[in-house]
């Protein structure tokens, strides 16, 4: 079966997407529930999907996410290459806002999920059952690559690590826990995408994290005026859909960089 490739959506880009490329409904029973998706047939019939994590139309908080239904159904249509997009507050005035930006490394703490239970796929004993071992980290360096290539002029790579810490919704951060992640290397975060990563790392689905930040989190940082905010988030959100649509027109699957250890 040849590999599909697939995008996680944030609610900026809900209908444009799917509506862009003719993306039909679809979903998928997993042992997790059915997964709605969008999918199309690209002309070389590489199967492509998007998966907009908050529904169509917004109704579901971080909270309230089926993460393992969407990591089931990814594998379920052989995923072999996705990018998991999110908006980010930034906690590092060094860099910039409402510029698309990859991930490099990720915190996440207590590695649980919304209810309380352990972020695995892994909840019974089974034999396809292991320890995820990062060879090379949760985000793939190949695949960062190729998303770097697709808009090397629109998106900021980062010299260094950037480093996305994961604090769950549904209620935003206050501003001591937002210094305390700027002073554990913190560079941006979400209420989202962790849990959606360490679950298709686990299923050895090769993942890049391609995010956006909308404002800067930390104290004494000054956000742009609200009415330069609208303009920017405009030219932010365009930069990143050509990118996604590139992707899923264009992209090709990467080889998984990690791996189970199973006994």
Not at 23 to 34: A, F, H, K, L, S
Not at 37 to 55: L, N, S
């Amino acid at each position: 079966m040849t590999k599909s490739i697939a995008v996680i959506l944030g609610s900026a880009f809900e209908r444009t997407i799917p509506e862009a490329l003719d993306m039909q409904p679809v979903e998928i029973n997993t042992d997790w529930g059915r997964q709605k998706m969008f999918k199309t047939t690209r002309a070389d019939d590489r199967e492509a999907y998007a998966i907009v994590r908050h529904g169509v139309p917004h109704h579901l908080l971080p909270n309230q996410i089926n993460y393992r239904a969407q990591a089931a159904a990814l594998k379920k249509v052989n995923c072999g290459a996705l990018i998991i997009n999110s908006s980010v507050g930034v906690l590092d005035a060094a860099l910039p806002l409402y510029k698309p930006m990859l991930l490099t490394d990720l915190m996440m703490p207590e590695n649980r999920l919304p209810d309380g239970s352990t972020c695995t796929m892994f909840t019974e004993p089974e034999d396809r059952q292991g320890h995820l071992v990062l060879n090379e980290g949760l985000f793939s360096e190949e695949l960062s690559d190729e998303i770097y290539k697709l808009g090397p002029d629109a998106i900021h790579r980062a010299e260094g690590d950037l480093v996305f810490v994961y604090a769950g919704g549904p209620r935003s951060k206050t501003p001591a826990e937002n210094r305390m992640w700027a002073q554990l290397g913190a560079h941006v975060n979400s209420m989202t995408l962790a849990p959606e990563v360490v679950l298709a790392n686990e299923l050895e689905i090769p993942v890049a994290g391609l995010v956006v930040g909308h404002k800067y989190s930390v104290p004494g940082i000054d956000n742009p005026p609200e009415e330069d905010i609208r303009e920017t988030l405009e030219q932010a959100r365009s930069a990143t859909e050509k990118i996604l649509l590139t992707f899923l027109r264009e992209g090709e699957p990467a080889t998984f960089g990690n791996h189970i250890y199973r006994y």
